[in-house]
T-cell receptor, first 116, second 117 residues
Framework: DSGVTQTPKHLITATGQRVTLRCSPRSGDLSVYWYQQSLDQGLQFLIQYYNGEERAKGNILERFSAQQFPDLHSELNLSSLELGDSALYFC???????????????FGEGSWLTVV | DQQVKQNSPSLSVQEGRISILNCDYTNSMFDYFLWYKKYPAEGPTFLISISSIKDKNEDGRFTVFLNKSAKHLSLHIVPSQPGDSAVYFCAASGSLNYGGSQGNLIFGKGTKLSVKP
């Protein structure tokens, strides 16, 4: 158990809909990351938040957005869903932001999203 | 443009033998490298890491080697066990141009290791 909690574990929704994925980081971790894993793309970094502020952006679509709340939990909002958005979405967390060596990130078990 | 490449999608090894998983990277700004292990329907689990100031790091049966001049790292598992069968992801991070955050790891596409009894 990594200590990172994600809900829901599975979600099926129709095209055009909007969903929200939730993540609680490990206790004490200030950074939260979102990754997408689809069948042919491996693990793709989407976005990072540190202590409530966006820190880095990766391959995140404009239809997707995220935020980190004062209690450090994070939500990933996916809207106008398309079939190709079906994937496993991982949240991860870590303690350090400042780039010191050893900043290992720990992953949750993921949220399976199926768009039909 | 893949910055981290795992060129072998799969590897099959006999139990008790050595497993060697390889990873190449292109970005010379990467200075921290990690290996994650992933079972189906689970999140990636951190296995071992290495900083660019080292060329080797050991943890039990797992050793990671880093060759900076070749931009290559490898994970050695000795001896391999059936429970090691999983997908192994290589990941890299560094002080890139967004505030020095090392967190957003760049992952390879993974190598599926099968250890046969």
């Amino acid at each position: 158990d990594s200590g990172v909690t994600q809900t829901p574990k599975h979600l099926i929704t129709a095209t055009g809909q909007r969903v929200t994925l939730r993540c609680s980081p490990r206790s004490g971790d200030l950074s939260v990351y979102w990754y997408q894993q689809s069948l042919d793309q491996g693990l793709q970094f989407l976005i990072q938040y540190y202590n409530g502020e966006e820190r880095a952006k990766g391959n995140i679509l404009e239809r997707f957005s995220a935020q980190q709340f004062p209690d450090l939990h994070s939500e990933l909002n996916l809207s106008s869903l398309e079939l190709g958005d079906s994937a496993l979405y991982f949240c991860a967390s870590s303690r350090e932001y400042d780039g010191s060596s050893g900043n290992t990130i720990y992953f949750g078990e993921g949220s399976w999203l199926t768009v039909v | 443009d893949q910055q981290v490449k795992q060129n072998s999608p799969s590897l099959s090894v006999q139990e008790g033998r050595i497993s060697i998983l390889n990873c190449d990277y292109t970005n010379s700004m990467f200075d921290y490298f990690l290996w994650y292990k992933k079972y189906p329907a689970e999140g990636p689990t951190f296995l071992i890491s290495i900083s660019s100031i080292k060329d080797k790091n050991e943890d039990g049966r797992f050793t990671v080697f880093l060759n900076k001049s070749a931009k290559h790292l490898s994970l050695h598992i000795v001896p391999s066990q059936p429970g090691d069968s999983a997908v192994y992801f290589c990941a890299a991070s560094g002080s890139l141009n967004y505030g020095g955050s090392q967190g957003n790891l760049i992952f390879g596409k993974g190598t599926k290791l099968s250890v046969k009894p």
